[in-house]
């Protein structure tokens, strides 16, 4: 069963969102076009870029997703959003911690989309002597004290008292847990790899930029990485979300390829029981329809009588996969007997951020349950 969630009601309190680049603008974008009472209360914004690197990002990101909405800066030190003015914050010594305003403004959530502090010490720095009680990663945490939440998947292990700093899950990690979940619960999983085509970060770009205008040539590697590294990290990161597969990893690489922005996830299983497509798309829908966030299931999907799989012709490119919200997009499932290979399609910017949104809806409402049992 895929757990099913309830929010409390958003009691909007004040949150800070430390790092305004895309990852950063599409929370905010996001976080604005949901309806009332689906809302974080986004108050400030904290970049180091200054005001018109948030505006312009603010507006690219709108553009890219095709939402209309008035973006604007107000005077020097906000920007307005759909009518909502967020404070922003340019720090000058570098980190920006700020410490007295989270005191002052009774912060309790800072949400670190910076992807400098993933692990959970350096995390921890908002929370020092500052009266904020959570800082919210946009990727996988790593480190003690930290848990990493997929609402409509793990939830029901987040403590508060336990966790101040919890991860929002990786966008590959985001992709497969669902699907793996899902898969194991209907057919026991006897052991899985993952392979990830993942588009080149923002980081990785500018490295390639900066060789091309130094008149060198990017090497093989830099063009397409075969990083053993960050593709581990996110299917360790599939196994924290679903422990019931622990020990059952094969193997995991990630190839970075120079696409706009659309990824993929295969997911080869090995299965304790034979099965079909048929029956494994019956149980991945069951997971659209719980939890539409999670995973989407293309209205174009097709079952392929000569290929004996179902494939989705929209899916076919990355490309296809651009805009949607959710955590990953169906693109094709193949099965025989006990072995089934399943392609996850997601948009590694838009796709996480409505996670994260949900996830911090979620733990708002169990750090106000534990206040409310402090009372």
Do not use: W
């Amino acid at each position: 069963m895929i757990f099913i969630y309830k929010f409390r009601p958003d009691k909007g309190a004040p949150t800070v969102l430390v790092g305004g680049g895309r990852i950063g603008s599409h929370l905010v974008i996001n976080n604005a076009a949901r309806a009332e009472g689906r809302r974080l209360n986004i108050a400030r914004i904290v970049e180091m870029a200054g005001q018109d690197f948030v505006v312009n990002s603010l507006r690219g990101v709108a553009k890219d997703t095709g939402q209309q909405m008035e973006i604007e800066p107000v005077g020097d030190s906000a920007v307005r959003v759909n009518g909502q003015a967020i404070g922003l914050y340019v720090p000058k010594d570098g980190e920006g911690i700020l410490y007295e305003l989270y005191k002052r403004e009774g912060i309790q959530r800072v949400i670190e989309a910076t992807g400098k502090r993933v692990d959970a010490d350096a995390a921890r720095i908002h929370t020092r002597e500052s009266g904020v009680k959570q800082v919210l990663v946009t990727a996988n945490a790593k480190g003690k004290g930290s848990k990493n939440i997929l609402v409509g998947i793990n939830e029901q292990d987040y403590d508060p008292a336990l966790h101040d700093v919890v991860g929002g899950a990786s966008c590959t990690t985001g992709s497969g847990a669902p699907t793996v979940k899902a898969m194991d619960e209907a057919f026991g999983v006897e052991c899985f790899s993952l392979t990830t085509i993942h588009a080149h970060t923002g980081d990785e770009l500018k490295t390639l930029r900066k060789r091309r205008q130094a008149g060198t040539r990017p090497t093989l590697l830099e063009a397409v990485d075969h990083s053993t590294q960050e593709a581990t990290g996110a299917a360790q990161g599939i196994v924290e979300l679903v422990p019931s597969v622990r020990g059952k990893l094969l193997d995991a690489i990630s190839f970075r390829v120079p696409v706009e922005n659309g990824s993929a996830t295969i997911l080869d299983f090995v299965l304790k029981s034979e099965t079909d497509a048929h029956r494994v798309l019956e149980s991945l829908s069951g997971i659209s329809r719980q939890s539409p966030r999670l995973l989407a299931i293309p209205d174009d999907l097709r079952f392929d009588e000569k290929q004996d799989k179902f494939i989705s012709p929209s899916m076919a490119s990355t490309s296809g996969v651009l805009g949607y919200k959710t955590s990953g997009v169906l693109s094709s499932i193949i099965c025989k007997g006990k072995m089934c290979r399943i392609i996850i399609n997601y948009d590694n910017e838009a796709g996480p951020p409505d996670a994260y949104l949900d996830l911090g809806l979620f733990t708002e409402g169990r750090l106000s349950e534990d206040e409310e049992k402090a009372a």
